[in-house]
């Protein structure tokens, strides 16, 4: 079956620790995408990636990092920078960008400070 | 700007009621307009999308119309299960150079047997 995978379900972060959100995908889509979600709001984008080796900032981009080495993955990392950290994330792919393409969503991390 | 406004939940339903869920947007040039719908706990699924004026998209029941001129796409269902309890997200691509969705803030139903 295609589709998207994210891991882990939960993730717990240390004060002054880098944590890293794995997002796969086997549906060959160029397009993957990283948001964030607050209890009752609705999703914000951090990252952007269009093709492999390239990605843009989103609207909430500081204290995130990607990377895009391989078409299948685009994982996040959750600096110690990012002093509010505590969210669920959401990871999508689309087979390209633009506004007849539909976005397919993983199953979410759910990310914890201790 | 682009924007999305939904009604404010939550909805408290009984079983085999009717339901509207009021979706509205702001956006530039014509986007595509989706509705997406999360169970606790789990990511989105896409339920339906209309990508033009007067588009209808539908599926497991539910339905949605791409008004032009009332900048709405309302979710409607005429007969909720309890299986349908969830947050439903309306939103807009208006074909931007990030490639992202605008979503509203989300609509939590929940439908009581």
């Known amino acids: 079956d295609g589709g998207i995978t994210q891991s882990p379900k939960y993730l717990f972060r240390k004060e002054g620790q880098n944590v890293t959100l794995s997002c796969e995908q086997n549906?060959?889509?160029?397009?993957m995408y990283w948001y964030r979600q607050d209890p009752g709001q609705g999703l914000r984008l951090i990252y952007y990636?269009?093709?492999?080796?390239?990605?843009q900032k989103g609207d909430i981009a500081e204290g995130y990092s990607v990377s895009r080495e391989k078409k299948e993955s685009f994982p996040l990392t959750v600096t110690s920078a990012q002093k509010n950290p505590t969210a669920f994330y959401l990871c999508?792919?689309?087979?390209?960008?633009?506004?007849?393409?539909?976005?397919?969503f993983g199953p979410g991390t759910r990310l914890l400070v201790l | 700007g682009n924007s999305v406004t939904q009604m404010e939940g939550p909805v408290t339903l009984s079983e085999e009621a009717f339901l509207t869920i009021n979706c509205t947007y702001t956006?530039?040039?014509?986007?595509?307009l989706f509705w997406y719908v999360q169970y606790p706990g789990e990511g989105l699924q896409l339920l339906l999308k209309a990508t033009k004026a007067d588009d209808k998209g539908s599926n497991k029941g539910f339905e949605a119309t791409y008004r032009k001129e009332t900048t709405s796409f309302h979710l409607e269902k005429g007969s909720v299960q309890v299986s349908d309890s969830a947050v439903y997200f309306c939103a807009l691509d208006y074909g931007g150079s990030q490639g992202n969705l605008i979503f509203g803030k989300g609509t939590k139903l929940s439908v009581k047997p």
């Open positions: 999508a792919s689309s087979r390209a960008t633009g506004r007849q393409e539909t976005q397919y």
């Open positions: 549906l060959n889509h160029d397009a």
């Open positions: 956006a530039t040039g014509y986007p595509s």
């Open positions: 990636s269009q093709i492999v080796n390239d990605f």
